[in-house]
């Protein structure tokens, strides 16, 4: 097979289905876990490929040719049974805070996941050791292939859920295998693909996703009569339906409203966020159920607005588009960042809704849409609730919740208009601080001034509703606030010359903490010391570090760790288990990195193929060039993929836009370095230093340039717009393996292995980084990288002479 042509196809198609199985785990992650631990697939993977090169270092035998049938077939077996072994882990985040053995779980995880990204290590290191002088090539038909392996996993999903993906794909790389092997091995393949036909056709139980027990779906179920309904699939997220006494969705609803609510049928997007459809009607009669919803603190800005043109962002379920055709809005728009969503409730609940979404309604992210038209609004309503109180992981973005998109929401209000937000009281108080604190800066952007005068907040037993006006509130617009209060039995937060014994006063707190709070950040000379003083950080928060619910101060830990009463939940909430992973990971890289140094092994120190004069030690200094680029090429892939985030409004369509752009535009410059030998030159490396700065700088203009247009549209824009940068990415690490190759062939897996081990590291240390600096200064770090990068071949050649 040495000058078998097929070998390029079977790295293309492994590489296929290991990047399409790496992007099916990560929708598996969202459903089982929670989407904020999906990073760890990236890391995952990468350790696979690592400790390939690692065996390969340890063991020249197994760098044949010959053996690229065995190890696909291994891979092919690898997919399917990886995914049904740790379907059986019982890790779970929430358990944590009590149950030590879960950090165990968490290393189980890496070993049992990465164990077909081993083998498609193997099948690639195995290739370049080989035909070290074919290394753009190789390099190429590799990322070429897990370039379009992104894409189509997501046809794929389109047609199943992500868990039968996966035999799929296994079926597709056992194919190869049956083609490429000999008589036994085709045997065996072909009985593993029979086998795999069989899970999908039969679909035994022990195949279907095990979701977190702890998952708002499982704990609804776990209700007496309840009842699931049905599990709807897309290739960005899964919903299911179903009846339980655990969703009675009225968020605040007033204790002075005593008679029964309207019917509602649950749902969950992805196993955890949980909300409901109520059922709609029109009748105003004293008799209808529907008129809880007077009683509701989110009805305020209909009892005192405008209701000419009203905006709903993110509806979930509809209440707030059956709030506001409750109080007769003339023109009610709608924008839900689920298409999913709005497809189930327009076509499956359409009666029962009330057909709420029948006209006026799109898909994206609310500031995305705003951004793309001219009109104003009297009302623009943003609801942050689901139908139980629930924080959000410290390390999920919010765009919808900075600065920037706070301006773009102002900036759509008519002069006498009103942004509302409505949201759960989850004690102490700092999601709501937070939030106002962002609003405040961004009026301040806005040449806004006064802001006391513009802002009302008032809260019930539950649940706070927060209004901005783009004026100042007038005096019948505050006795209208203070009556609906009172006869609601609703306490007032702040409302323009409040007085403190205003505030606290039917659903009294220990102490009148929003009160004090909310005067403090809204007088500009108390804002200052105030957050720099409270507990948890409040700051505003901006696209660069989208963190909304990120508030852990280090300096307070051990003062947080007692308002939170002594459980460690919190911390893991906040983003601290990205710690514990990333020092389980450095350990496990540190090994593998460290193994090949320490083998006794002649031939894994010298080569017969080195050049006379040619010492072992350049060979080995040359070996950071390639840590330097595994670092440098995660920093950037996985900071692209957070800013894509943004103008391409969800996170999966981010995910497979970049790998796709990137890797694919990677694999076409590893080709055309391997004929236009000017490529391969170490100056490379300082372009890609500089289009990674400018790419940085540039980019928040021209996210805000692509965001008007519709998804498919941005999409393609990203592909290309990314496409300069990838395709000379794709350049230094196959030159670098080659000219290693001329050198000293024998240190190929190594360099393999250090470059994949330094990848599972980076994904990690992005993210961690990013929370604290921002992306933009995460991507100048890869820009960092790139140069020494290009410092290191350069003194690697010169020695060389």
Known sequence: ?????????????????????????????????????????????????????????????????????????????????????????????????????????????????????????????????????????????????????????????????????????????????????????????????????????????????????????????????????????????????????????????????????????????????????????????????????????????????????????????????????????????????????????????????????????????????????????????????????????????????TVEAFTEYIGHLKPEGLLSINLFILPPPRIELRLINTIITAMEELGIKDMEKQVVAIRSWGSICILIKRSPFTLNEIEAIKEFSKDRRFDLIHYPGIKEEEANVYIRMPSNEYFTAFKNILNPETRTGFIHDYIFDISPVRDDSPFFHYYLKLKNIKEIYKIMGEKWQYFIEEGYILPVIFMQVMFLSLVLVLLPAFSRKKDEIASPRIKYGARNDRGRSFLPYFAFLGIGFMFVEISLIQKIILPLENPSYAVATVLTSILISSGIGSLLSHRVSGLRRPSVAIVISFLIIVYSILFPAVSDIISPYSIPVKIILVLFILMPLGLLMGIPFPAGLKILGEKNESLIPWAWAINGCFSVIAPILTIMSAMVIGFKMVLWIGALTYMMAFITLQSFLKRSE
């Open 1 to 401: 097979m040495y000058r078998d042509p097929r070998i390029f196809l079977v790295i293309f198609l492994c590489s296929f289905s290991s990047l399409a199985y790496e992007i099916a785990l990560t929708r598996i992650f969202s459903v089982s876990l929670w989407y904020h631990f999906a990073f760890m697939i990236i890391s995952i993977a990468m350790l696979g490929i690592g400790a390939s090169g690692t065996l390969l270092s340890l063991y020249p035998k197994l760098r044949s040719l010959s053996n690229i049938g065995i190890y696909s077939l291994l891979l092919g077996t690898g997919i399917s049974l990886s995914y049904l072994l740790s379907n059986q882990i019982p890790f779970d985040p929430v358990r944590l805070s009590w149950s030590r053995i879960q950090l165990l779980y968490i290393g189980l995880y890496y070993v049992t996941l990465s164990m077909p990204f081993f083998f498609t290590g193997l099948i690639i290191a195995t290739a370049f050791s080989c035909i070290s002088e074919k290394s753009g090539m190789i390099y190429g038909a590799d990322l070429l292939g897990a370039g379009i392996g992104s894409i189509g996993i997501l046809y794929l999903m389109t047609i199943t859920g992500p868990d039968k993906a996966v035999f799929i794909l296994s079926s597709i790389v056992l194919i190869t295998s049956f083609i490429i092997s000999e008589k036994r091995l085709k045997a065996i393949s072909l009985v593993l693909i029979l086998l795999n036909l069989s899970a999908l056709f039969f679909q035994p139980v022990f195949i279907n996703l095990r979701m977190s027990p702890y998952k708002g779906l499982q704990v609804a179920l776990r209700y007496p009569e309840a009842e699931h309904l049905k599990t709807y699939f897309s290739p960005f997220s899964r919903i299911d339906t179903f009846k339980s006494p655990a969703v009675r969705f009225a968020p605040g609803l007033s204790l002075r409203y005593l008679d029964k609510l309207p019917e509602q049928i649950g749902f969950s997007i992805d196993g955890s966020e949980i909300n409901a459809i109520v059922r709609g009607g029109n009748s105003v009669s004293p008799t209808d159920p529907l008129r809880f919803i007077r009683f509701l603190p989110s009805s305020l800005p209909y009892e005192i607005g405008n209701l000419e043109d009203v905006l709903i962002l993110d509806p979930k379920g509809g209440l707030q588009v059956i709030v506001a055709a409750y109080y007769s809005s003339k023109n009610l728009y709608k924008v839900e960042s689920n298409p999913l969503l709005i497809e189930i409730i327009r076509d499956e609940f359409k009666d029962f809704s009330g057909n709420i979404y029948r006209d006026n309604t799109w898909s994206g992210l609310g500031r995305s849409w705003l951004k793309s038209g001219y009109k104003k609004f009297d009302i623009i309503d943003i609801s942050l609730m689901g139908s139980a109180p629930s924080g959000s992981f410290g390390i999920s973005e919010d765009y919808g919740s």
